[in-house]
């Protein structure tokens, strides 16, 4: 079983992807040429972006600690029936674009349909529902009571064509937009492409260690926000889910490292990410234990059509987050 030890999240955080936040802000460009992404290596720089702020910035690592505290004590909490399962929280999107040219200014009806997806998602209504296998089916989160408005659309034109991850996007004074009130709305800003070393980001999240600052919230290439994008295998709109997992404290469920931890119990450890429509059962070896692994956790790498399922632990995780005591707290509308 995992264990959510601070001590061992700590060892973790000083150890894993040392190699991985060297080289993260090159220069962002205006190069007029087509952006391609074939044959090149896709990432979530949602953990990558997080150790580098950890490394540079003591108090958010005293922050993050805190909020691993407080979920362990909601957790517990929940186990000894002093947390009520109320009703849902709807939390307001505020959706940011930034585009060179009319096929990147991302279409109303692409971003209706993202808070569609997220809606879906979240409350496991969507037709993929029927797809988990039997085994993980008592470890579904279904309704999770998180929900998704529109609260507004800010458009830009800019020149900028490749945005490095470092939140230059975020801010007017950067070329980028400012964020609408992070303490009470979720940002999510929308930009043509993001190279990241030998491939590109596909998208980055704010842990809830960030809470309510200027850069807080969900950055987006274009191609994945919504339903209808131009990659086959990534056009479902899920790419937005797997970022708001993370936003929402949720950690990539391979832990990050080799058979690492994502403080989930529900979650299988497994060897590390997955990409493509993986065959179930799949068995991978931790710790000399042989498990049926969950490839189809939202918070994998798979391809879309293969991601479809948040557990009850990672519920628990975002709950705390969004709690009346927790980092979150801001986003609940009732």
Known sequence: MKKTILGVLITLLVSCNSN???NITPENTNVEEVNTTAGKEAFCGSDILRQKH???????MQRMLQIESQTANYIEQKKMGKVLADGSIEIPVIFNVLYTKAANNVSDARINSQI????KAF???HVDISKIPTEFQPVNAGD???KFRLAGINRKSTKTSRWAPDDKMKKASTGGMDSTDPNNYLNIWVVDYMPYQSGYVLGYATFPEDAGLWNDGVVMMDDYVGEGGPDPTHNQGRVTVHEVGHYLNLRHIWGDANCGNDFVDDTPQQITKHSGVPSYPRYETCGGVSRSVMFMNYMDYSDETTLFMFTQQQNNRMQAAISASGPRAGLRVL
Do not use: G, H, Q
Request: charged share 30%; proline share 5%; aromatic share 0%.
């Open 123 to 125: 409350a496991s209504s």
């Open 116 to 119: 569609d997806v997220l809606n």
């Open 54 to 60: 950890l490394a540079e910035d003591p108090s958010a």
């Open 144 to 146: 999770t009571k998180i």
């Open 20 to 22: 991985e936040t060297e």
